[in-house]
């Protein structure tokens, strides 16, 4: 079984790596929509 001093830090990696995985496919997903026709769609990366 798990130890329970390993639980927390176990709930927070998972957090973590949620998080970063759905700023991922969030920022994946607007680069997309906010390309225009004539632009490439690499882009250049602002901010």
Do not use: F, N, W
Request: charged residues 20%; proline residues 6%.
């Amino acid at each position: 079984m798990i130890s329970a001093d390993l639980v927390p830090p176990l709930v927070t990696a998972g957090a973590a790596l949620l998080l970063a995985g759905y700023g991922h496919v969030r920022r994946t997903r607007r680069a997309r929509t906010r390309t225009t026709p004539g632009r490439a769609a690499g882009g250049v990366r602002r901010g």
